[in-house]
């Protein structure tokens, strides 16, 4: 994850010049991860940022910094200006969210887009098990060809049984067990 969240704020920044264009140009990236398990075992702190720098405190570049926020180590009393927001972002049930919403005025707009988004999330659930239905119709496809894969193996045993294989041989060829091939 780590390499991943740097990796696209690299590239933000190498993204937004053209061919030949002046360094200049560049902007300031912030990339922000919010993330709804502990990335960062290390620190105990909920937000943590990131910039270049030497081992001096020097700063490189101001050009890419990288704030992480772990939602599970938010404390559960206000402590910062963004404490109401991130408190809204680890909600889990309708209840919390109206309560933040009754003591946090800013939130009552975000609050009632996310009920709305509960449309969202049927549509999506729909989707989810559309999806999950066509791949468990294709597990079952390939587990026909395994199974026929399997009778046509027994066969084969069979025919060489017939014409007087012996077991270890039948075993060789078709990959079948000893006492697969003793029940055919």
């Given at each position: 994850?780590?390499s991943?969240?740097?990796?696209y704020?690299?590239r933000?920044?190498g993204d937004?010049?053209?061919?030949?264009e002046?360094?200049?140009?560049l902007?300031?990236v912030?990339?922000i991860v919010?993330?709804?398990?502990v990335?960062l075992?290390?620190e105990?702190?909920?937000?943590?940022?990131y910039?270049?720098?030497?081992?001096k405190?020097r700063s490189?570049?101001?050009?890419?910094?990288v704030?992480i926020?772990?939602l599970p180590?938010?404390?559960?009393?206000?402590?910062s200006a963004?404490?109401p927001w991130?408190?809204?972002?680890k909600?889990?049930?309708k209840?919390?969210?109206?309560?933040?919403?009754?003591?946090y005025?800013q939130l009552?707009?975000?609050?009632?887009?996310?009920?709305?988004?509960?449309?969202?999330?049927?549509i999506?659930?729909?989707?989810?098990h559309?999806?999950?239905?066509k791949?468990?119709?294709?597990?079952l496809?390939?587990?026909w060809k395994l199974d026929g894969?399997e009778?046509?193996?027994q066969?084969?045993?069979?025919n060489?049984?017939?014409?007087?294989?012996?077991?270890?041989?039948?075993q060789?060829?078709?990959?079948l067990?000893?006492?697969?091939?003793?029940?055919?």
């Amino acid at each position: 994850m780590r390499s991943r969240v740097l990796y696209y704020g690299a590239r933000l920044v190498g993204d937004q010049l053209k061919w030949s264009e002046k360094y200049k140009k560049l902007h300031h990236v912030i990339s922000i991860v919010i993330c709804d398990h502990v990335l960062l075992n290390e620190e105990d702190s909920y937000m943590n940022v990131y910039e270049l720098k030497n081992e001096k405190n020097r700063s490189f570049t101001d050009l890419l910094k990288v704030v992480i926020i772990e939602l599970p180590k938010l404390p559960e009393e206000e402590d910062s200006a963004i404490w109401p927001w991130l408190r809204f972002l680890k909600c889990k049930a309708k209840e919390e969210c109206e309560m933040l919403a009754r003591k946090y005025p800013q939130l009552k707009k975000p609050v009632r887009c996310a009920e709305r988004m509960g449309l969202i999330e049927s549509i999506r659930d729909y989707y989810f098990h559309r999806n999950l239905a066509k791949e468990d119709e294709r597990m079952l496809h390939l587990q026909w060809k395994l199974d026929g894969i399997e009778e046509g193996k027994q066969t084969i045993a069979r025919n060489a049984l017939a014409e007087g294989s012996t077991p270890e041989f039948v075993q060789k060829i078709t990959g079948l067990s000893l006492d697969e091939i003793a029940k055919l």
